[in-house]
T-cell receptor, first 113, second 110 residues
Framework: DAGVIQSPRHEVTEMGQEVTLRCKPI?????LFWYRQTMMRGLELLIY????????DSGMPEDRFSAKMPNASFSTLKIQPSEPRDSAVYFC???????????FGPGTRLLVL | KQEVTQIPAALSVPEGENLVLNCSFT??????LQWFRQDPGKGLTSLLL?????REQTSGRLNASLDKSSGRSTLYIAASQPGDSATYLC?????????FGSGTKLNVKP
């Protein structure tokens, strides 16, 4: 398996624009997690899915953030409208069971100007 | 809310030295604890996972211990190598919540 795949790897956009981050989990994994990493706040869990259903979105910072998982092999994290404080590295991870090892993707480095 | 602390924030050691990284957490009601490695500009790689019922896990030169009652875990790295240079993060989970420490940045000098 190629591991967790994220795209794009880098994104530079202007404030107010819509940003869509994409993730393909490892095949067979039932859990998918979205994280955000910043110098100030470290690594934070935003939302996670089980069998394509959102289980806990309490980490989503604002209504500007939304996440979907239309099928077992694809998820998106959307920010609309984006703001400079959203600049961070966004990671996607997947696991077979919620309490087992999570496998992380390489991340998307987002810069909002 | 669970708080995870890692000390020290940075560590520099000569090659070949044995070292210990520390992780502490405030709520002992955890399901498991994981140690991850993160290289610059990369994602996290899981090193060891300790279930709440376990005391330690070993993989090669790495040994992780868990003391739930005191809210502590240690990652022991034996015979460190320059390739071990990275940031090491610990993460705890309880009731489907996941909390990460801020990491220890390790530099192993040749």
């Amino acid at each position: 398996d190629a591991g967790v795949i994220q795209s794009p790897r880098h994104e530079v956009t202007e404030m107010g624009q819509e940003v869509t981050l994409r993730c393909k989990p490892i095949s067979g994994h039932d859990y998918l997690f979205w994280y955000r990493q910043t110098m100030m706040r470290g690594l934070e869990l935003l939302i996670y899915f089980n069998n394509n259903v959102p289980i806990d979105d309490s980490g989503m910072p604002e209504d500007r953030f939304s996440a979907k998982m239309p099928n077992a092999s694809f998820s998106t994290l959307k920010i609309q409208p984006s703001e400079p404080r959203d600049s961070a590295v966004y990671f996607c991870a997947s696991s077979f069971l919620v309490q087992e090892t999570q496998y992380f993707g390489p991340g998307t480095r987002l810069l909002v100007l | 809310k669970q708080e995870v602390t890692q000390i020290p924030a940075a560590l520099s050691v000569p090659e070949g030295e044995n070292l210990v990284l520390n992780c502490s957490f405030t709520d002992s009601a955890i399901y498991n604890l994981q140690w991850f490695r993160q290289d610059p500009g990369k994602g996290l790689t899981s090193l060891l996972l300790i279930q709440s019922s376990q005391r330690e896990q070993t993989s090669g030169r790495l040994n992780a211990s868990l003391d739930k009652s005191s809210g502590r875990s240690t990652l022991y790295i034996a015979a460190s190598q320059p390739g071990d240079s990275a940031t090491y993060l610990c993460a705890v989970s309880n009731f489907n919540k996941f909390y990460f420490g801020s990491g220890t940045k390790l530099n192993v000098k040749p």
